[in-house]
């Protein structure tokens, strides 16, 4: 497929900009925040209804902090009610930093000439993926520039080479993307490859900041990004993850642009983005971009309440952008998924020089430095289960398939079982024998006290893992 990093033309009605900056701002304007209210919305969230525009709005315009701490723990009881203590692990693995945008925000940018520029051929492929599932990677977000080398042929030839790869019992199980919008035709490419979610994010949802941070390149068109996921959705790629970049624009704008998005794909396609993505701006190699916008932690954490309160079925996703302390302050407000062991330099998890953040060799600076071991460990000892479930995509558990299943009883039936038995896998593979002895008294008491229906289904398969078979899921 030949590079075009023009316009793609709208042929489909349904494919229309949806962003109205004056609607948004109108809502945050006009809606008042009182106590009585502020718990009926709370409410409504807890039984697993989503929430408007207008009731979000009053959630943002809160700040009586008794009231905020309110939001806080009725997100977190939500969490526990949908998600249970699970916390899902990824690794991001970029493939290729040549792009041809000037993202102002962003190291990877053109104009950046300090950036060494790589892609990572057959071998080099092979030589991280081996190293990520040797600590015990089952689940990758694959991360591309926006370049005329990535087409959607060279996107799907990289995640089956990432398939490929076998080391030991490790194995990539399932390869979620990050990359440029695509045509229909360039996502069915991709599609084919077996990925599971298409992330692209629209940074900000605000067209004249949008304009400002993005002076040229592809991604410089506004529309054309905003509507992208919607041709991925045309090509039957039902599992899309969105987000928005806290810092360039108002945070509280950017929240209920968000929830936009999601109204659009619940009314266009009947179904949700898969995940939501959050992170806030750090320093990136040669950066030099207005702070004015700058979230406050207060606000980060209450804004990722917030979400999980606006839409209760769809992962959040933290990246280790974040520091620790917050990392562990909002998986309990609702954050489900989290990277771990992260290394975004440009063949770094294979690289012994690559202890030491380089902002030259990668996009931005990451916050959070530990190990997968170290925070599974720490996962473990905080009553969470680090799980690296695959699951729902590989049964076809996505899409419309998730909304349906995504119901009281669903985590107790799939998820938590499905996790146990991925941290047994890595028990057995990559724990140590102090941190492999404290999980199985974590997975154990959990099969005492949940009342799992298939309970004994599960001691089954914990101890065909022990006996060595792999791969077990409900």
Known sequence: MIY???????????????????????????????????????????????????????LINT???????????????????????????????????????????????????KQHRVTLNKKQIHQEVKSLEDVGHKRLILVYGEHPKYTPEFIAESVRDVYKVKSKNGEIRRVNINAAPLSIEGFKVVKDSGIGTYQIFQETYHPETYAKVHPSGAKRNFDNR?????????????????????GLYDWRYETL???????????????GPHTISFPRIQNASDLNLDNSYAVSDDDFTKLVAILRLAVPYTGLILT??????????????????IDGGTNIQM????????EEQNLDTEQFEICDTRTLGEIITELIGTGYIPSFCTACYRLGRTGEHFMEFSVPGFIKRFCDPNAILTLAEYLEDYATDEVKEKGYKAIFK???????????????????????VRDLYF
């Open 320 to 337: 280790a952008r974040e520091p620790i302390h917050i990392r562990n302050e909002v998986m309990r407000y609702g954050v489900s998924q």
């Open 63 to 113: 700040t009586d902090p008794e009231l905020v701490d309110e939001i806080k723990e009725g997100a977190r009881e939500l969490k526990s009610r949908i998600y249970g203590e699970r916390i899902v692990l990824f690794a991001p693995l970029y493939i290729g930093n040549y792009c041809t945008n000037n993202c102002q925000y962003c190291g990877f940018r053109t104009e950046n000439k």
């Open 347 to 354: 063949k770094g998890y294979s690289s012994k020089d690559a």
């Open 4 to 58: 075009q990093p023009q316009q793609y033309r709208i042929k489909d009605e349904r494919m229309k900009p949806f962003i109205d900056p004056e609607e948004i701002w109108d809502f945050i304007r006009d809606t008042k925040s009182t106590k009585e209210r502020v718990r009926e919305i709370i409410a409504k969230s807890l039984d697993k209804n989503r929430l408007n525009l207008e009731e979000t709005a009053v």
């Open 446 to 468: 959990r099969l005492d006290n949940e009342g799992y229906k298939n309970e004994k289904a599960i001691r089954e398969r914990l101890t065909k893992i022990q006996n060595g």
């Open 226 to 246: 905003l509507i992208s996921l919607d041709r991925a959705q045309e090509a039957l790629i039902d599992d899309v993850g969105i987000g928005a970049l806290f």
């Open 257 to 271: 642009a968000l929830l936009r998005h999601v109204n659009h794909f619940e009314a266009t396609y009947n179904i």
